[in-house]
């Protein structure tokens, strides 16, 4: 790929982050500019501080100083952009992946192309990781792992953010309304009875058929640094040592502490049963359209 637009779309708690630094330290050397979409904004339960970005409409993008310093790579006769997309601007199923199209259209003409990239989690590390990082204290777990049912295929599909900004927002509008009914009021304590309102609808499932194929590459978290350089020597990194750079620190070290964090918080039997019942579909996705690399 010599030139054209990588577009790395990061699902919470699968390394995402980890494979950010790689990109973001390595691109420079590489010729490559990079552009971050996410920019926390620290009011509670805003996950952008850029508004801009939160529109499903790529046009309203331009507002934004972030998206600008995109545009002037994209305008270049041979543009070399790396995209870090996390939890901002809507994720692709949400009409992005369409926009986006046209815009491998501009850059084909060009004689370059759209790559899009991300990292899929099996679901019961996935959740083991979320568990410790939010502390979820027990008496509230059974109601939280199914608030979070196929959190990835939904953070492909629809990318909203719900409850504490951790659920896809479609995934649990009915669930929250069959709560009010029955005279619940937070989802954080939802009966048994309701937590299927938060599966993923056959027309998600279908919707993350179509879309995922448009990846041209879906690794795994278990896998993660040759991954990294694996979308490093897309970039051009032939000239890079495999061996001893830089950039296998950073991978070593996040993927160290995301071993010592799984390492601190063991599933117990009952966890592996609700995760077996609320995340059927991210195992689907999980095992057929991700890859060792």
Known sequence: MSCGLLWFEHIAKTGGGAIKQVLQHQSPKLGWSFIDLFVPSRKKGVNCKEPNLTHTDMRHWSGSRIWRRALLELKKPLPRLVVHRHLCPPGLGAGLLEQLEVLNATLARKGCRLMLATV??????????????????????????????????????????????????????????????????????????????????????????WLMPQFWMVGR??????????????????????????????????VHSSKEVLNRYKLQDVHRFWIAQHFVADSWLYSRFSHPY
């Open 120 to 209: 899929l989690r099996e679901p019961h590390t996935w959740m083991q990781s979320m568990l410790s990082w939010t502390h979820i204290p027990r008496s509230r777990q059974r109601s939280f792992i199914a608030q979070s049912s196929d959190f990835q295929l939904k953070a492909i599909v629809l990318s909203r953010g719900g409850p504490s900004g951790l659920v896809a927002r479609e995934g649990v509008v009915q669930a929250e309304a069959n709560a009010k009914l029955a005279g619940i009021v937070t989802p954080d304590v939802l009966p048994f009875n309701l937590t299927a309102s938060f599966l993923a609808t056959p027309d998600m499932v279908s919707r993350a058929e």
């Open 221 to 254: 978290t278990d896998n993660l640094t040759s991954f990294a350089w694996a979308l490093l020597v897309q970039m051009g990194a032939k000239a890079l040592a495999a061996n001893g750079s830089g950039w296998q620190v950073w991978m070593r070290s996040g």
